[in-house]
């Protein structure tokens, strides 16, 4: 059994930042691709930011140049570094990661509340 643990969620002030984090945790072979996407009130859920086994990354526009998409493979964990927050940065952020057990499988968290105040 995989599971994906988020923290570091809160409520902030416009022009802050937060750092969001996500361990995964059980029968890991391999994990391949971590991202974080979020879900604003009234709006499907999209992707933030997404980083690949070996590094690289890709962002949304709305976030480039603001977030930070990071990954420690020895700690099986991703980091979401976000700067200058917007309010409309607001919502449920998830983590989600491609996962190598005895199969390969996409996993997320449960999700993990941003606020941010104008």
């Known amino acids: 059994q995989v599971q994906l643990v988020e923290s570091g969620g809160g409520l902030v002030q416009a022009g802050g930042s937060l750092r969001l984090s996500c361990a995964a945790s059980?029968?890991?072979?391999?994990?391949?691709?971590m991202g974080w996407y979020r879900q604003s009130p009234g709006k499907q859920r999209e992707l933030v930011a997404v980083?690949?086994?070996?590094?690289?990354?890709n962002y949304a526009d709305s976030v480039k140049g603001r977030f930070t998409i990071s990954r420690d493979n020895a700690k099986n964990t991703v980091y979401l570094q976000m700067n200058y927050l917007k309010p409309e940065d607001t919502g449920v952020y998830y983590c989600?990661?491609?996962?190598?057990?005895?199969?390969?499988?996409?996993?997320w968290g449960q999700g993990t509340q941003v606020t941010v105040a104008s």
């Open positions: 059980g029968s890991i072979f391999r994990i391949n691709a």
């Open positions: 989600n990661a491609f996962i190598v057990t005895t199969t390969l499988n996409t996993y």
């Open positions: 980083i690949s086994s070996g590094g690289r990354t």
